[in-house]
Nanobody, 124 residues
Framework: QVQLVESGGGLVQAGGSLRLSCAASGRTFSIYVMAWFRQALGKEREFVAGITWSGGTTHYLDSVKGRFTISRDNAKNTVYLQMNTLKPEDAAVYYC?????????????????WGRGTQVTVSS
């Protein structure tokens, strides 16, 4: 089992920044990819960014490239999402997810474990 707890969400003005954290516990040695997804009201959950737990390979949603950065601290079993130049369309509940086996990084059903989410609100 892997437990994931997100933190760092909040209210920010457009153009501002937030850093989300996801603390993993349990069988973290079995994690292959950690990712951030988001889900806005009335929309489907979408992949935002992912990183391999061991090698640091990253992938991003096109609309966040150059603004968001995903990183990991293996010593702390924590993954971060630094979000800069936030836009109103970035507002959503952000979820951390862990994938043990690899595959399509952007597919939510490839991830076995999920956090409960943290709300990000961006005012215009």
């Amino acid at each position: 089992q892997v437990q994931l707890v997100e933190s760092g969400g909040g209210l920010v003005q457009a153009g501002g920044s937030l850093r989300l954290s996801c603390a993993a516990s349990g069988r973290t040695f079995s994690i292959y990819v950690m990712a951030w997804f988001r889900q806005a009201l009335g929309k489907e959950r979408e992949f935002v960014a992912g990183i391999t737990w061991s090698g640091g390979t990253t992938h991003y949603l096109d609309s966040v490239k150059g603004r968001f950065t995903i990183s990991r601290d293996n010593a702390k079993n924590t993954v971060y999402l630094q979000m800069n130049t936030l836009k109103p369309e970035d507002a959503a509940v952000y979820y951390c997810a862990a994938d043990l086996h690899g595959g399509d990084w952007s597919a939510p059903n490839h991830y076995e474990y999920w956090g409960r989410g943290t709300q990000v609100t961006v005012s215009s």
